[in-house]
């Protein structure tokens, strides 16, 4: 189903390697965020953006990095400097708009770092 | 800072029995909330807000101010009920519309 992709599903990396995840939307939406879910944790925010050229640190920026340079694509970058980088990382999107905040979800990217 | 706590991280009910998964928040401001939820090998969906007052297969989920608490109740539970399920509050106030998840109860129904 379209919406939201995320790739690759999982993702494999050696220790002290960057590494982008991908996440690409087609519902024509403005906003758009990156969570970590690690269980018992629920979702915490990472970045996000309300606009294309604009993004925010969510609670848990340290390590991470991201880029806004379309519409429709919000790439992450796990950085080295990320000190527990294995989860599962989750994109959404949203109108971002008052009236309609509904974020929608990708499939998400299980990283382990070995 | 606000916080949504999800008291429960499992709850196992019977097919037919009412379910109420709790929720409370702390937040100073006027809040937004809601219920996600993620079915086994699904994504994360939205299942219901506050500001709606909407059932939504059946859940309901009413905020009260007082307690501090957007519970959500279903009166006969369905083995398709059985999901993760995550509450969420809005920062409109900040104007970034950033979701603060629960940490997640995990609903399962026995047939």
């Known amino acids: 189903d379209g919406g939201i992709t995320q790739s690759p599903k999982y993702l494999f990396r050696k220790e002290g390697q960057n590494v982008t995840l991908s996440c690409e939307q087609n519902?024509?939406?403005?906003?758009m965020y990156w969570y970590r879910q690690d269980p018992g944790q629920g979702l915490r925010l990472i970045y996000y953006?309300?606009?294309?050229?604009?993004?925010q640190k969510g609670d848990i920026a340290e390590g991470y990095s991201v880029s806004r340079e379309k519409k429709e694509s919000f790439p992450l970058t796990v950085t080295s400097a990320q000190k527990n980088p294995t989860a599962f990382y989750l994109c959404?999107?949203?109108?971002?708009?008052?009236?309609?905040?509904?974020?929608?979800f990708g499939p998400g990217t299980r990283l382990t770092v070995l | 800072a606000q916080r949504v706590t999800q008291p429960e991280k499992l709850l196992s009910v019977f097919k037919g029995a009412p379910v109420e998964l709790k929720c409370n928040y702390s937040?100073?401001?006027?809040?937004?909330l809601f219920w996600y939820v993620q079915y086994s090998r699904q994504r994360l969906q939205l299942l219901l807000r506050?500001?709606s007052r909407e059932s939504i297969k059946g859940f309901t989920a009413d905020l009260n101010k007082g307690e501090t608490s957007f519970h959500l109740k279903k009166p006969f539970a369905q083995e398709e009920d059985s999901a993760m399920y995550y509450c969420?509050?809005?920062?409109?106030?900040?104007?970034?519309?950033?979701?603060?998840f629960g940490k997640g109860t995990k609903l399962s129904v026995i047939p």
């Open positions: 937040y100073s401001g006027s809040p937004e």
């Open positions: 519902l024509n939406h403005d906003a």
């Open positions: 969420a509050l809005i920062d409109s106030g900040a104007g970034s519309y950033q979701l603060t």
């Open positions: 506050h500001i």
């Open positions: 953006s309300q606009i294309v050229n604009d993004f």
């Open positions: 959404a999107s949203s109108m971002g708009l008052p009236w309609d905040n509904e974020q929608f």
